[in-house]
């Protein structure tokens, strides 16, 4: 499917440079920041198809995605301090990503025979563990598993695409259902700060 | 083996447990818990599945362990407050976990006719790196590579397993002998606090 | 090979005896070390054949590389303290590793068939893996992706060792020029400092 492709080269872009820029933050070299880019982009479709034996991994399979994110990864060298400006964009296209990785994800395991369950799953992998990854490189507990709506809207467009399919809607109508739902839930949930509910010290005292 | 199978469903669900406490101290919402608990019951078996090229790893061909871990997450997200009088069945089960998962990755490794020193191996793994990417997504040191003999108790109990069966002991008693011994050497081990040799500064004085 | 193979041999064991050493600054026990030591030598092999699909990984074919890494880092534990007169010839065995390593992930590649680039990067993963996981297992930020030219001389070995070969010239002939330039290339770094661009201050103020 062709839009889902752009939309996929659009959000791997935007994601190498995220990474970079994290990796700046962090006092990396130019190959650091490559390297951290490349994860952040492409690590959550590494990690499903590693997981569910899909062989050969996308961007071995497609070395070019590689030039998309090294070299989205180079240019934030040179221009990071003027991106600032684009934060809103960055977030939007982020949210783009996030719903098109998880709709990819589901198709890759579907192709596989997997069971609607890891179909989802493999959607919200493909999703997040790329900045799972990102964070874990750069030491720090991944803001994932602590913040915003991030993994729940992966797992709200899995949910509903997979659904969606069941119930016999083409996968193209489909797949623009769940990805317009996601991106939508994904900019609501940002707009009004809404957040799963998260653990207070009251209710783990008393544990070592 | 139905015991077996039946400690391993006990076993994920304590570990589960023990993985989303530490989710919950670390911040991590709702979302944060499951995905540190999963991680936490079915991560060693899931590397152990990856690095021997096992497919489909086991969580993906019996996704109902999910349904397992991720429910024992959200429960505790609900009871961890009343779980501290209940740390010396937590101690207990996860040592039992340890050694069932050891037998269940040595079986593994067996299966796929590797050499006996990998299937010791495979073992140690699936018993400890559950725990050890827990830590890892928590940004600790590994406790396992730390502190008391965790891993020790996998590898004890996986050699033995090892030996019984080439000494030519039926499977199902080797098991439980495996399982037994290591099981009380690992209470051993937490009553008397026992530990490996670590090392002082004056070992490493003088290296950059 | 003979004469790579032989190098790999102590390579390994001298990635071995770092990863060791480290493990002991964290205060890890014997077991830990040990796998630190064993993750840090075979480390970036195991993550290119996991990449690449190309089972069964390095060690689970050949355990014995295992005794040279685990021999190695209890050797360490026991040693390490005299070590420091050592430090030169470690930074030469790990320089002579890094290209070796680099070369032999290169070759694993090609013998898949995979793209030259892909060949490359399969080189540069081999490199340089082992000392990302380690550090990541210590919760370092790895420094391979922030200090010295070690990723760039892994990056610049193989697309040597691949021109060669694209050039007609023979897999050995290949091979020595790849490791003899690659290797004067890290010693020079070392030498004389030299490293990638990083970013300062103001190239990412105002970023949030």
């Known amino acids: 499917m062709t839009l889902l492709h752009t939309i996929y080269l659009i959000a791997i872009t935007a994601e190498a440079m995220s990474g970079a820029i994290m990796g700046m933050r962090k006092g990396m070299d130019?190959?650091?920041?490559c390297l951290l880019g490349s994860v952040t982009a492409l690590g959550g479709g590494t990690a499903r198809d590693i997981l569910l034996g899909h062989y050969p991994v996308g961007w071995i399979a497609n070395p070019e995605y590689l030039?998309?994110?090294i070299g989205a990864a180079i240019v934030t060298g040179f221009i990071?301090?003027?991106l600032h400006h684009l934060?809103?964009?960055f977030l939007l296209v982020d949210g783009l990503g996030l719903v098109a990785f998880t709709v990819i994800g589901c198709d890759?395991?579907?192709s596989m025979g997997s069971h609607p369950s890891i179909v989802v799953l493999a959607g919200v992998?493909?999703?997040i563990f790329g900045g799972l990854l990102r964070d874990m490189l750069c030491t720090q507990v991944p803001m994932v598993l602590q913040r915003e709506l991030y993994?729940?809207?992966a797992l709200f467009t899995g949910l509903l695409y997979v659904a969606l399919l069941h119930a016999g809607i083409g996968s193209n109508s489909a797949s623009l259902l769940a990805l317009g739902s996601g991106f939508l839930f994904r900019v609501l949930a940002v707009a009004f700060h809404w957040r799963l509910p998260s653990f207070?010290?009251?209710d783990i005292r008393g544990l070592d």
């Open 87 to 89: 934060r809103m964009v």
């Open 200 to 202: 207070q010290d009251k």
């Open 30 to 33: 130019l190959f650091g920041i």
């Open 108 to 110: 890759v395991a579907m």
């Open 151 to 153: 993994a729940t809207v």
């Open 67 to 69: 030039t998309f994110t």
């Open 125 to 127: 992998i493909t999703g």
């Open 80 to 82: 990071a301090r003027h």
